[in-house]
């Protein structure tokens, strides 16, 4: 199974957004490590239908893990995943020498 992802650089930290419908959080693993997010889980889905003339269950079960390089600037301590309406988001926050701070201009009298 692929999973896309939307990654989105934003100010003070990185968002990571990954579609999963039909998963429930306990079967998700989020992990950082070595400059890597890695994204795990296992997805099971039953469907079952009954007529007078037949009867078919169609099963999709199977694993994905995702994989994706890290900017040597995401902060590994400050990490914070959140799951909901089949979307997973994950926040990744940047060292602080890399956020960008207002400067500001005095002018001579």
């Known amino acids: 199974m692929r999973v896309p992802l939307d990654v989105v650089e934003k100010k003070d930290h990185i968002e990571v957004r990954a579609e999963l419908p039909g998963l429930d959080e306990k079967d998700l693993e989020v992990s950082v490590r070595d400059g890597y997010l890695t994204l795990k889980g296992e997805k099971k889905e039953e469907r ?7 009867y078919r269950i169609e099963r999709r079960y199977g694993t994905f893990s995702r994989t994706v390089a890290l900017p040597e600037y995401v902060n590994a ?25 207002q400067i500001p201009v005095k002018a001579e009298k």
Request: charged fraction near 50%.
């Open 77 to 101: 301590d400050d990490v914070s995943a959140e799951y909901k309406r089949g979307v997973l988001k994950v926040s990744l926050g940047k060292k602080e020498t890399v956020k960008p701070r």
């Open 48 to 54: 079952e239908e009954k007529e007078a003339d037949f």
